[in-house]
């Protein structure tokens, strides 16, 4: 498989330096050249075929030239020792993306990219170092997927005071080969400040250096898996008895058999819509999935752009679902490589939900089913409740993607839907002691600050 620039088609490279290098040297992002198909007898199990599997199927030929079955065999292994449930929530069901050890959706992500790297840079005697601007989430999931994996070293940015209590342990508690620095600043210093070491000469010639974020299609890519296992499901109507973890208090009904048949929608709660290209991806593979929603917070660049097929940028707003307060989705390019404004309009129904109206759904789906939403997946089940509302979904089994555990944003939710169980690695991250080195927003500093890291391994 070859993976070219969104821009510029002739200059291809295979998916170790698409991985590796994570942008295009032009600034595009990589994507595949061609969507390779599932095998027919693979497209007809989805349903029951367990989540690994599905993983090595859905993974393989997007990487086949450079990890052949065997290691790749060993990678999904050792990455996923959790699975996706889906379960039945009142008429809908919910994809529980948050088994993982930081409780969000980018762990599977980020345990393929960590180990994936791991194996594409086998032999290498220098030390790779990535870098990673956060504002909460992806550097939690980043430092968890690539700590104790030899060779690699993580250096995390996050701004200092911004991200929550839990987050701050997630990224700044693990230490070994995973450093955290808190930055006198916003998030958008972060980011600049690891735009400016990626560019420095020096740096460049003394380390070797990558960058983790969700542009990185090795990232990307086996967050397709859990589309196809969702949808292969809600199409057969099979439906998991329980999520293993599922934050329900006693007595929620069990899952009902759910029909079968029925063409699947499943609505994504979006930011830099990362994920929802992964399910367009998992479609175009033959996955029983025919339509999306792409359901954001306030910030609705892309909603916009679908009802008006004018795509403006804009600086993104706060809100409670902070890992989709993103005003320029970075993803949007790669969407845009393979789908033309008046496919996306058929394939994606647009929609956005305010704070309050998140709110208000996280106190009404606890009370009356017993099922807790965090502020993220809430934003995907009104967003779906408002199509609904307005006839856009009938007849189709329709599946909302968690994104988070509801005990990781529980500052807001226990408010309003009372206490709720918290996972036992989110238990364990709040008991590390947090270890971060501060910096002022300023690139010399980050820049000394890398050299002594540097220095420590020599
Ligand atoms: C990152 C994140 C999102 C947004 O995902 P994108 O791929 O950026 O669209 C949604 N929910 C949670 C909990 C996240 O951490």
Not at 70 to 94: C, H, K, Q
Request: net charge neutral; hydrophobic share 40%.
């Amino acid at each position: 498989m070859h993976y070219y620039s969104t821009r510029n088609k002739n200059e291809s490279v295979n998916f170790a330096k698409a991985a590796l290098t994570g942008l295009a040297p032009d600034g595009g992002l990589f994507v595949p050249e061609v969507i390779p198909q599932y095998p027919a007898q693979v497209r007809s199990s989805l349903g029951s075929m367990n989540f690994r599997d599905i993983a090595f199927e859905t993974i393989k030929p997007y990487v086949q030239s450079d990890i052949p079955p065997g290691a790749l065999e060993d990678i999904v292994n050792s990455a996923y020792t959790f699975g996706s449930p889906f379960v039945s929530v009142m008429n809908w069901f919910a994809l529980e993306l948050f088994h993982g050890p930081t409780a969000a959706f980018k762990d599977f992500g980020a345990r393929f990219m960590a180990r994936a790297f791991s194996y594409l840079r086998r032999g290498e005697d220098r030390r790779l170092r990535i870098l990673v601007a956060t504002s909460g989430d992806t550097g939690g999931a980043v430092a968890d997927g690539f700590f104790d994996i030899p060779g690699i070293s993580v250096t995390v940015l996050y701004p200092k005071g911004r991200v929550t209590p839990l987050q701050e342990r997630q990224i700044a508690g693990l230490g070994k080969n995973i450093s955290a620095l808190a930055v006198e600043g916003s998030f958008d210093d972060c980011q600049r400040l690891v735009k400016a070491a990626l560019a420095d000469e020096y740096l460049k010639k003394k380390m070797s250096l990558s960058s983790a974020n969700s542009i990185n299609i090795s990232r990307l890519i086996p967050q397709a898996v859990y589309y196809a296992a969702a949808a292969g499901r809600a199409f057969a109507g099979c439906v998991d008895p329980d999520g293993e973890a599922t934050p329900r208090l006693a007595g929620f009904p069990r899952a009902k058999e759910a029909r079968r048949g029925l063409p699947v929608t499943l609505c994504v709660p979006s930011g830099n819509f990362g994920n929802l290209t992964a399910g367009l991806y998992a479609m175009k593979m033959g996955a029983p999935v025919t339509q999306f929603i792409a359901a954001t917070n306030i910030n609705k660049t892309v909603p916009d752009y679908l009802a008006s097929g004018e795509y403006l940028e804009r600086a993104s707003q706060a809100t409670i679902s902070n890992a989709m307060d993103v005003g320029a989705p970075s993803n949007f390019e790669r969407m845009s490589a393979h789908f033309s404004w008046d496919k996306m309009k058929q394939l994606i129904l647009g929609v956005s939900v305010n704070d309050e109206d998140t709110r208000e759904t996280i106190a009404r789906v606890s009370q009356k089913s017993g099922y807790i939403l965090d502020p993220h997946s809430a934003v995907g089940w009104k967003g779906a409740e408002k199509l609904s509302a307005e006839n856009k979904l009938n007849e189709r089994a329709i599946g909302i993607l968690c994104t988070a555990h509801p005990a990781k944003f529980m500052e807001i939710v226990e408010p309003l839907a009372g206490s709720l169980p918290v996972p036992t690695s989110l238990a364990r991250a709040m008991e590390r002691t947090v270890s971060a080195k501060t910096i002022p927003a300023q690139v010399p500093a980050f820049i000394e600050t890398l050299k002594t890291q540097e220095a420590a391994y020599d």
